[in-house]
Each structure stands twice: as structure tokens, then as C-alpha cells.
């Protein structure tokens, strides 16, 4: 019979692998019923980014003990894997990061399993591929992303480097569950890991091969070599995170000779001082950017979050104003850029295609069509894109040439199989500075591509549901919807409701309803799989900026008035 939360409470308060700091902390919160429940109703599940809360003691937050049980599971899936597991581990700037990262490493070792270990911060993307040129078994990341400082998370990857899909992550999760108590998970201590060789630190060579293949990626290296790099001028903002390091030396090995780094976020700090939110997708997060921008006269802002899997741009539109470019935007630009580069010097491959997610703006699979490139969605999450690479690998029927998702994830290149802003950052930069050579400017592409392809306006709103009501309350939202769907919106017929929760096109079942609209336009509800929130996406298409801010507006208002009345 499963424990309630005050029980697992209890457990952890007698429980002799607790040590004395964390039961402290536990009896701190004695007697207050709302607090225990929402720390121990439920453990710590793999969503679409693997393992993510809350830091802090009991069974629903991150913690050391949480991380040595979810280490311990994929401990015993490496064992049934190979006979000689081991594991690549990163983590970036976070609070505690380097910490779990260590105390993943020794159970790790306490299993007989090797662990490679960078010696400090690295982004998410390097440990993909690292996982690859090592021929290891999984990986670990120890971060939260974008998400706020109280927050961390674990993410698992398999022996591709895509982070564990959904068969995987259930045979870990059976294991985790078979950890009965914390005197189950087994450790050794730090020397006698690497005593016994099941511990190896990473570190300069490896960052130098991960440079290196991100930068043989590059499409305008001569382009770069012959003068562009040196008259084109990018301020950058690792955002107190990982990217500090690979972004920079990335950009220095391209050929670009101009980049300002923002003064004050350019050191780890795990409580972001300087942000509300280390997010590059929020305009608020480039406030230092913008100000250096002004002063150096930038061609280009790119920013990157804490783990640098998401980078966010800045370019300034016809009035001088710099404006912030959607994750949907800057993956046009890119795709654009990528595909109209090869088709001009016969090197686009006759089965290429573009891969990217349910949720993310059709406007870049219209021209990945223009060009001749096929089209693949998955669901959201940039695993089941990395599962796609890995499948075309194999069987050659497609040529994977990019992917990405509204959410500010791009990748290019088959080295790793998770997105990255180190490669985003230098294609951005890189369309940049060959567009400025043109005489253009990455809001002048924009707008052409708006003339030829039709104007694409997209939104997000997303109602933040903490606890178990909030669950509740999710879960009351998505029944309302699948249950009684509307047959129209703001006065726009719904042509066809995909409820994906089917396994339909083909995708794995997943808890989201896509609705589209006889307009073309469409919205899509989804409960997040790393926070505890419900989103809402929302895109229309349309002939004027203006009249497709209309038509977006209408349409959030009409569906987000149903959603509130449930919240």
C-alpha cells in the first residue's frame, strides 16, 4: 500500500542514511500539513526534460538523496545495457550543481559503473556529445535550464546522446522504483572512486574536440575569414550560465573579432542576480545587452540561458529599436539561411529534412518546403527530434539537416542529439554578418520572408499550478477541453481536433489537444513536463503584422476566458 505524505515524512525523519542537516530542515516543518504535502505527495517523475523541482528535503524536491535514487535506477538500466557501462556527467551554474554531479558520480561508481566527470561548468549539448565520442552508455546534466533559482534538475540521456524517450526512461523509473530505502543506493567515496579508475575527470581536450565540431559546421567560414567577421559586432550574455566559455571561443575561432561580453553576467552565479529570469526568450533578461549594444553600436544581442541549450537573439528593426526575435522567428531565419545556402552550391540532399515540434510555427516548414526539404514533427521535447537523428542514422532515409523548437532549441549538425545555443549562437551570428554583406539586416530577412511566405504570429501563455490542486486543476482543464470541444472559436470554426494522447500520426501518446481552425490558425494545450504548469500555444497566419496581432489576440482571449474560468 502506497505511503501518504505524512508517512513518507516520518520515513525520512527515522531513516538512518538521512543525515542530520536534512532531518533538521524537516523539523523545521513540523505540523505544517500543506508544507509536508507538497514536499513528499509524490515523487520526482522524468518529464520531457528528465528530473526537475524544487531544491530541498523530501521525496518532491531535488535533493542529494533524490539524486542518488534516480542515479542508482540508471545505475542498474547501464548495467543491463553493456557490460561495461559507463556515464558521461555535466552540470551548469546552478546552485548544488556541482555537488549532484558529484554525488551522481560516486553511486555511479558504487555500482561498478565508470564515470566521466567534467571538472567544471560545460553546456547541456557538449555532454550529448561527449556521451557520442566517448561511446558511453548514458549521460547525466545536472541543470534546471531557464527555470528560477530555487529550482534544479537531472536530465538522462542514452548511449546516442538524446536525452532517455519514453521506453527508456520507463525502465529507469521500474529500477528507481525498486530502491526501497536510501541504504540501497550504493556509494563509495570520491578517492576510492578514483583509486579504482571508476572516476575520470574531463577537461581541455575534450572542450578543444567539442569547439572544433561545432565550428566545422560552419556554412560562410570564408565568408567570416575574408573580413566579415571583423567589421560585424555581437554582444553576448552567457546569462550568468555555461556558455560563457564555448560561445565565446566558438565566435573566436569562426572569425568573429567583435564580441562584447555583458560585464555583469558573465560569471556563474546560481541565484541570477542580475535577472528575474535567466531566460533568453524574455525581452527583461537582455536589459544589460541592449545598454552595451547601444554603447558599441551591436549588429547583433544573442544570449544563452544557464545550461546553453536555448539561445534567444536581438536585432534592431527600421526605427533603431532593438527587438527581440521569437524562438519561431530566429528558426526561420535560420532554416532560410541553412537551406538556401546549400541549394544555391547543389548541396542540398534530395531526402534532407527539417525536423521540429507540434507546437512550433509552420512558417519554417513552408520554406523547408520552398526549398525542396521535407518536414517531420514530433511532439514537444527535443528528445523525440534527437530519436528522429538517431532513426534516420540507421536506416538513411532522411539526411537530418535541422531541428528545432519554438522554445529558442535549434540544432545543426549530427554531433550531438539535444539542442544547442553554442551552434544557434554561431548560425545566427553567421546569417547576420552574410546578410549584412547584402546590405540587409536579420529584420530585413524577416520581413521578406513575411512578404513571401505569409505573416506568422505566435503566443504563449502559460498559468503557473503548484501542489497537488494544481494538479488537479491541470488535469480539470485538459477533461474540460478533450471532453467538450468547442465547435467554434472567436467566431473561426474548428476544421479538426488532434488529441495526441491517441498515438496518433504516428507520435507516442502524450496528454495534448491541438485544435485547428478553418482560418489555418491553431492553438494546442499542453500540461508542461518540467514545471507545474499548463501552456497554451497559439499561432495564426495572416497579410499585415497588423492584422495577424488581431487575429492573435482574438484568439488568445476567446480561449484563455475557458481556461481561467477552470483555474
Same mark, same amino acid.
Given at each position: 500500500?502506497?505511503?501518504?505524505?505524512?508517512?513518507?515524512?516520518?520515513?525520512?525523519?527515522?531513516?538512518?542514511?538521512?543525515?542530520?542537516?536534512?532531518?533538521?530542515?524537516?523539523?523545521?516543518?513540523?505540523?505544517?500539513?500543506?508544507?509536508?504535502?507538497?514536499?513528499?505527495?509524490?515523487?520526482?517523475?522524468?518529464?520531457?526534460?528528465?528530473?526537475?523541482?524544487?531544491?530541498?528535503?523530501?521525496?518532491?524536491?531535488?535533493?542529494?538523496?533524490?539524486?542518488?535514487?534516480?542515479?542508482?535506477?540508471?545505475?542498474?538500466?547501464?548495467?543491463?545495457?553493456?557490460?561495461?557501462?559507463?556515464?558521461?556527467?555535466?552540470?551548469?551554474?546552478?546552485?548544488?550543481?556541482?555537488?549532484?554531479?558529484?554525488?551522481?558520480?560516486?553511486?555511479?561508481?558504487?555500482?561498478?559503473?565508470?564515470?566521466?566527470?567534467?571538472?567544471?561548468?560545460?553546456?547541456?549539448?557538449?555532454?550529448?556529445?561527449?556521451?557520442?565520442?566517448?561511446?558511453?552508455?548514458?549521460?547525466?546534466?545536472?541543470?534546471?535550464?531557464?527555470?528560477?533559482?530555487?529550482?534544479?534538475?537531472?536530465?538522462?540521456?542514452?548511449?546516442?546522446?538524446?536525452?532517455?524517450?519514453?521506453?527508456?526512461?520507463?525502465?529507469?523509473?521500474?529500477?528507481?522504483?525498486?530502491?526501497?530505502?536510501?541504504?540501497?543506493?550504493?556509494?563509495?567515496?570520491?578517492?576510492?572512486?578514483?583509486?579504482?579508475?571508476?572516476?575520470?575527470?574531463?577537461?581541455?581536450?575534450?572542450?578543444?574536440?567539442?569547439?572544433?565540431?561545432?565550428?566545422?559546421?560552419?556554412?560562410?567560414?570564408?565568408?567570416?575569414?575574408?573580413?566579415?567577421?571583423?567589421?560585424?559586432?555581437?554582444?553576448?550574455?552567457?546569462?550568468?550560465?555555461?556558455?560563457?566559455?564555448?560561445?565565446?571561443?566558438?565566435?573566436?575561432?569562426?572569425?568573429?573579432?567583435?564580441?562584447?561580453?555583458?560585464?555583469?553576467?558573465?560569471?556563474?552565479?546560481?541565484?541570477?542576480?542580475?535577472?528575474?529570469?535567466?531566460?533568453?526568450?524574455?525581452?527583461?533578461?537582455?536589459?544589460?545587452?541592449?545598454?552595451?549594444?547601444?554603447?558599441?553600436?551591436?549588429?547583433?544581442?544573442?544570449?544563452?540561458?544557464?545550461?546553453?541549450?536555448? #539561445? !534567444? +537573439?536581438?536585432?534592431?528593426? $527600421?526605427? /533603431?529599436?532593438? @527587438? &527581440?526575435? =521569437?524562438?519561431?522567428?530566429?528558426?526561420? %531565419?535560420?532554416?532560410?539561411?541553412?537551406?538556401?545556402?546549400?541549394?544555391?552550391?547543389?548541396?542540398?540532399?534530395?531526402?534532407?529534412?527539417?525536423?521540429?515540434?507540434?507546437?512550433?510555427?509552420? #512558417? !519554417? +516548414?513552408?520554406?523547408?518546403? $520552398?526549398? /525542396?526539404?521535407? @518536414? &517531420?514533427? =514530433?511532439?514537444?521535447?527535443?528528445?523525440? %527530434?534527437?530519436?528522429?537523428?538517431?532513426?534516420?542514422?540507421?536506416?538513411?532515409?532522411?539526411?537530418?539537416?535541422?531541428?528545432?523548437?519554438?522554445?529558442?532549441?535549434?540544432?545543426?549538425?549530427?554531433?550531438?542529439?539535444?539542442?544547442?545555443?553554442?551552434?544557434?549562437?554561431?548560425?545566427?551570428?553567421?546569417?547576420?554578418?552574410?546578410?549584412?554583406?547584402?546590405?540587409?539586416?536579420?529584420?530585413?530577412?524577416?520581413?521578406?520572408?513575411?512578404?513571401?511566405?505569409?505573416?506568422?504570429?505566435?503566443?504563449?501563455?502559460?498559468?503557473?499550478?503548484?501542489?497537488?490542486?494544481?494538479?488537479?486543476?491541470?488535469?480539470?482543464?485538459?477533461?474540460?477541453?478533450?471532453?467538450?470541444?468547442?465547435?467554434?472559436?472567436?467566431?473561426?470554426?474548428?476544421?479538426?481536433?488532434?488529441?495526441?494522447?491517441?498515438?496518433?500520426?504516428?507520435?507516442?501518446?502524450?496528454?495534448?489537444?491541438?485544435?485547428?481552425?478553418?482560418?489555418?490558425?491553431?492553438?494546442?494545450?499542453?500540461?508542461?513536463?518540467?514545471?507545474?504548469?499548463?501552456?497554451?500555444?497559439?499561432?495564426?497566419?495572416?497579410?499585415?503584422?497588423?492584422?495577424?496581432?488581431?487575429?492573435?489576440?482574438?484568439?488568445?482571449?476567446?480561449?484563455?476566458?475557458?481556461?481561467?474560468?477552470?483555474?
Amino acid at each position: 500500500m502506497e505511503q501518504t505524505a505524512n508517512e513518507r515524512y516520518k520515513t525520512w525523519l527515522n531513516d538512518a542514511a538521512i543525515d542530520a542537516a536534512t532531518k533538521e530542515e524537516l523539523a523545521a516543518i513540523a505540523g505544517n500539513d500543506k508544507e509536508i504535502e507538497d514536499r513528499f505527495y509524490r515523487d520526482l517523475e522524468f518529464g520531457t526534460g528528465g528530473l526537475r523541482g524544487v531544491m530541498g528535503a523530501g521525496t518532491n524536491r531535488l535533493n542529494a538523496y533524490t539524486v542518488g535514487k534516480a542515479t542508482q535506477g540508471l545505475a542498474v538500466w547501464a548495467l543491463a545495457k553493456s557490460s561495461s557501462p559507463s556515464v558521461v556527467i555535466a552540470h551548469d551554474s546552478r546552485n548544488y550543481s556541482p555537488e549532484f554531479a558529484l554525488e551522481a558520480a560516486l553511486v555511479l561508481a558504487g555500482n561498478g559503473v565508470k564515470a566521466y566527470l567534467f571538472s567544471g561548468l560545460r553546456p547541456t549539448p557538449q555532454l550529448s556529445y561527449a556521451v557520442r565520442a566517448l561511446g558511453a552508455t548514458s549521460g547525466i546534466v545536472v541543470t534546471a535550464s531557464h527555470n528560477p533559482p530555487e529550482y534544479n534538475g537531472y536530465k538522462a540521456y542514452g548511449p546516442d546522446g538524446c536525452q532517455l524517450v519514453p521506453e527508456d526512461a520507463e525502465q529507469v523509473i521500474a529500477a528507481i522504483r525498486q530502491v526501497a530505502g536510501f541504504d540501497q543506493v550504493l556509494r563509495i567515496s570520491r578517492e576510492e572512486a578514483e583509486a579504482r579508475g571508476l572516476l575520470h575527470w574531463l577537461g581541455d581536450k575534450e572542450d578543444q574536440d567539442y569547439i572544433d565540431t561545432v565550428v566545422s559546421c560552419s556554412l560562410n567560414s570564408e565568408l567570416l575569414k575574408q573580413g566579415a567577421g571583423e567589421t560585424f559586432s555581437v554582444v553576448y550574455t552567457p546569462l550568468h550560465g555555461a556558455g560563457n566559455m564555448p560561445v565565446r571561443r566558438v565566435l573566436a575561432q569562426a572569425g568573429f573579432s567583435h564580441v562584447h561580453v555583458v560585464a555583469q553576467q558573465e560569471q556563474p552565479d546560481g541565484y541570477f542576480s542580475t535577472v528575474k529570469s535567466p531566460n533568453p526568450e524574455e525581452r527583461e533578461a537582455f536589459t544589460l545587452a541592449i545598454e552595451l549594444a547601444r554603447k558599441t553600436g551591436a549588429d547583433i544581442i544573442v544570449g544563452t540561458d544557464p545550461d546553453c541549450d536555448r #539561445m !534567444g +537573439a536581438v536585432v534592431r528593426d $527600421h526605427a /533603431g529599436e532593438y @527587438v &527581440v526575435l =521569437t524562438g519561431n522567428q530566429s528558426g526561420a %531565419i535560420m532554416v532560410h539561411y541553412l537551406l538556401s545556402t546549400l541549394k544555391e552550391r547543389g548541396q542540398l540532399p534530395d531526402n534532407g529534412v527539417v525536423v521540429k515540434t507540434i507546437v512550433t510555427s509552420e #512558417m !519554417g +516548414a513552408d520554406i523547408a518546403r $520552398h526549398y /525542396g526539404a521535407g @518536414v &517531420v514533427n =514530433t511532439l514537444t521535447g527535443f528528445k523525440y %527530434i534527437g530519436e528522429k537523428m538517431t532513426e534516420y542514422e540507421k536506416t538513411g532515409e532522411h539526411t537530418f539537416l535541422f531541428g528545432y523548437e519554438e522554445s529558442y532549441g535549434y540544432l545543426a549538425g549530427t554531433y550531438a542529439r539535444d539542442k544547442d545555443a553554442v551552434i544557434a549562437s554561431l548560425y545566427i551570428c553567421e546569417a547576420a554578418a552574410y546578410y549584412k554583406s547584402k546590405g540587409k539586416t536579420l529584420y530585413d530577412v524577416l520581413l521578406e520572408l513575411y512578404a513571401q511566405f505569409g505573416t506568422y504570429m505566435e503566443h504563449l501563455e502559460s498559468r503557473t499550478l503548484k501542489g497537488i490542486d494544481g494538479v488537479q486543476q491541470i488535469a480539470s482543464i485538459m477533461d474540460d477541453w478533450r471532453q467538450s470541444p468547442p465547435a467554434d472559436i472567436a467566431g473561426i470554426p474548428v476544421s479538426k481536433v488532434l488529441d495526441y494522447s491517441l498515438g496518433i500520426e504516428g507520435l507516442p501518446r502524450e496528454n495534448v489537444l491541438k485544435y485547428m481552425l478553418e482560418d489555418g490558425s491553431w492553438f494546442c494545450l499542453r500540461p508542461s513536463g518540467t514545471e507545474p504548469k499548463i501552456k497554451v500555444y497559439f499561432a495564426v497566419r495572416s497579410t499585415t503584422q497588423g492584422e495577424a496581432a488581431d487575429a492573435l489576440q482574438r484568439l488568445t482571449q476567446a480561449v484563455m476566458a475557458r481556461v481561467d474560468n477552470k483555474v
